[in-house]
């Protein structure tokens, strides 16, 4: 057991004051959480609470940034009400990020489209599907949400795809989807939904761009591998 708990520590070392007497980026990632747990238990402080849970994440904010509410849990001393504020933090760094990426709007080559949709399917444990319309500039008119799936893959309906498109005047547009395993090599259904949506395209003046197969760890590239027609 601890002799002494937070309360017990000098001022300038304990979590919500260090932040307050020398700002937020003094906090180490442990000092952070801690202030999101706010107590530990009898046995334990909330510091070292927060080294724990993050020792069991390898120290590693983006595998971290993974966490389910039934993982916090198996904790001593995080109940539901802690956990979900740590997952609340997290999808507000997630959505901040996602804001600041919406300042870039053009795209110049796939990786532009993989920084871009980082926000939208980053840790994600199921398959979601997205469509990104562009005008002649190539710059991004709108990125919208198609479908959500399971964890092993999702429908896109090219209707809606399209409804979209018009809706929002788009010249051209790029699709995507995650696969959560972590795999970027395309599925069959992914190759054979690519040739219709850009067949389809074609006749109404719609050019596919491109279709990125992501995640977390990188993508795959329909057009940087030769696979789009021509």
Not at 37 to 45: A, L
Not at 107 to 115: G, H
Not at 195 to 204: A, D, M, T
């Amino acid at each position: 057991m601890e002799q002494h708990g937070i309360k017990f520590w000098a001022e300038d070392d304990r979590p919500r004051e260090k932040l307050l007497l020398k700002g937020k980026t003094a906090l180490s990632d442990a000092e952070l959480l801690a202030i999101l747990i706010g107590s530990g238990t009898r046995k334990k402080c909330a510091v070292t609470l927060a080294k724990e849970i993050l020792s069991e994440f390898q120290n590693n904010l983006t595998l971290f940034s993974k966490v389910q509410i039934s993982e916090l849990l198996k904790f001593n001393g995080i109940g539901e009400a802690k956990a979900i504020s740590i997952l609340a933090a997290l999808e507000l760094g997630r959505r901040r990020q996602g804001a600041e990426q919406q300042k870039q709007i053009k795209v110049s080559n796939s990786n532009s489209v993989y920084q871009h949709l980082k926000p939208f399917l980053s840790d994600l444990f199921h398959e979601e599907f997205y469509a990104i319309y562009l005008n002649n500039a190539n710059d991004i008119i709108k990125t919208k949400q198609i479908s959500i799936g399971g964890m092993t893959g999702t429908v896109a309906d090219g209707k809606i795809i399209f409804r979209h498109a018009l809706e929002c005047k788009a010249t051209a547009i790029i699709l995507s989807h995650n696969h959560p395993s972590g795999k970027c090599s395309p599925s069959q259904t992914d190759i054979s939904l690519t040739k219709s949506i850009q067949e389809f395209g074609k006749c109404i003046d719609l050019k596919l761009l491109d279709h990125l197969i992501f995640t977390d760890n990188g993508y795959f590239s329909f057009a940087d591998e030769g696979l789009l027609l021509n």
